[in-house]
């Protein structure tokens, strides 16, 4: 097994107070990685952090073997491919697609005067085809829809053929049709053996892709649970990192949470059977979903 992350109590302050506290963490090169939590739990500091965008202010955080503050970041930032909203923001809304694609290879954003060869060219287009948007290459970037733009980031960050891949809330902002398009086709990346370790942030378990292997829940900076999502992700650990009372299942391999509803809390603290969900999303499939307390 080799590391591509390691984080050793690793802490982030701001403003006085720990936004990531004292976080153990390591993930290998072949595991593919979710990270939840509610909003300001620490997910996208973690995920600058990995990305060697930020260095811990206390613990100990090697990426690709490598420790930070004893590393050139620079020399590391290439062989991490990032899709970001921070990142995204970055981006001139004239640059043409192609060349947002092309760029990371010198980890800029905005074309000035790089010099791209025909190889770099043609990977920016296998790239772009490997998300579904390679009729977009000669478009500029600020007339693309959102989920059109997400898909084009995820190219950027596919470029440079990653050891690592950190994705901070990918299908946030898309419709139904264009999450599950996404979604899937981050499955199909999550499946190909040669892809590269996987990050990936979101709020919502339904953006799982199938395939991720592992979860890591956080809230206000700490580490609720951590490990294989088949056991770590249920509706025991997402009640203790979203605070409010969660059940969870999944259905060949997509997830879904629900609120508890108020009359099955009661029926609980008295001790009684509660009945299975009358809405549970999966009546009417042939195959019923596995539930998770
Ligand atoms: N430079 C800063 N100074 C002070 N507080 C900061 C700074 N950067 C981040 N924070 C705080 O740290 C906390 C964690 O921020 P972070 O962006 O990592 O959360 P998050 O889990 O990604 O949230 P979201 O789901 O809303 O994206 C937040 O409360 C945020 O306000
Ligand atoms: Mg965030």
Known sequence: MVEVLRFEAATVVRGGRPILDRVDWVVADHERWVVL?????????????????????GGRVEVLGERLGAVDVFDLRPRIGVASAALAERIPADERVRDVVVTAAWAVTGRWRE??????????DAVLAMVGADGLAERQFGTLSEGERKRVQIARALMTDPELLLLDE??????????????????????????????????????????FTHVLLLRDGRVVAAGPIGEVLTGRTLTAAFGTRLRAGHIRGRYWARAVPPSQELRGRHARPV???????????????HVVP
């Not at 996404?182 to 990050?199: E, G, H, K, M």
């Open 115 to 124: 010099q791209y060869d025909d190889t770099d060219v043609a990977r920016a």
């Open 37 to 57: 939590g509610p909003n300001g739990a620490g997910k996208t500091t973690l995920l600058q952090l990995a990305g060697a965008l930020l260095h811990p202010t």
């Open 275 to 289: 009945p299975a969900p009358s809405t549970d999303p999966g009546e009417g499939l042939a195959e019923p979903p």
């Open 170 to 211: 990918p299908a946030a902002g898309l419709d139904l049709g264009a999450r599950e398009d996404l979604v899937t086709r981050l499955a199909a990346i999550a499946a190909d053996r040669w892809a590269p370790a996987q990050v990936l942030v979101t709020h919502h378990v339904e953006e799982i892709p199938s395939g």
